[in-house]
């Protein structure tokens, strides 16, 4: 969806342009920016309504994307768990978590940092990085995924378990 496309009520332009008006008088250093997009609000400029604030999304992350997200970490929680009791690292086992793609992967990418960064969810995982920087990532991560869920989704994996996951 382009944010062009959204109509906004005369209600909501009028909440809007009080909002900016506000933001004017009290953010000098951003005043003309405000000045700007309650412009463009009170006129009803459809069209740059999407340069109003560049910074949020125009496009809703899918609930599936972020429900395979979570699925993923928790994979990754239990193989973190299941190799500190095996006595082994993710490393040596070859079944590391990588992060996701931030240039292929948006939203998979954004929500995983999001959670763990900011929410504080799987701490487990915080030494491994937020962007794998490969399109590989996403498809090994499902692949993985499928198999684990074939498992009943174990969260105390042996070694052979992991080695199956990890396909190598």
């Known amino acids: 969806m382009i944010l062009a496309d959204v109509t906004l009520s005369f209600a909501e332009r009028l909440i809007l342009a009080n909002q900016f008006k506000i933001l004017e ?10 000045s700007q997009s309650r412009e463009i609000v009170e006129a009803g400029y459809q069209s740059l309504y999407e340069t109003i604030n560049p910074s949020i999304s125009t496009v809703d992350m899918p609930v599936e994307a972020s429900q395979e997200v979570a699925e993923i970490l928790d994979m990754f929680r239990a193989l973190e768990h299941s190799s500190k009791e095996i006595g082994k690292t993710t490393e040596e086992l070859e079944v590391s978590f990588e992060g996701f793609d931030a240039n292929n992967d948006d939203h998979h990418y954004h929500f995983a940092r999001f959670t763990r960064r900011k929410l504080m969810n799987w701490n487990e995982l915080d030494r491994y990085p937020d962007n794998s920087h ?3 990532s996403l498809p090994w991560y499902r692949t993985m995924l499928e198999k684990w869920r074939a498992m009943g989704k174990p969260h105390k994996l042996s070694e052979s378990d992991i080695a199956t996951l990890s396909g190598k």
């Open 134 to 136: 490969t399109q590989s």
């Open 25 to 34: 008088a009290i953010d000098s250093k951003s005043a003309s920016e405000y």
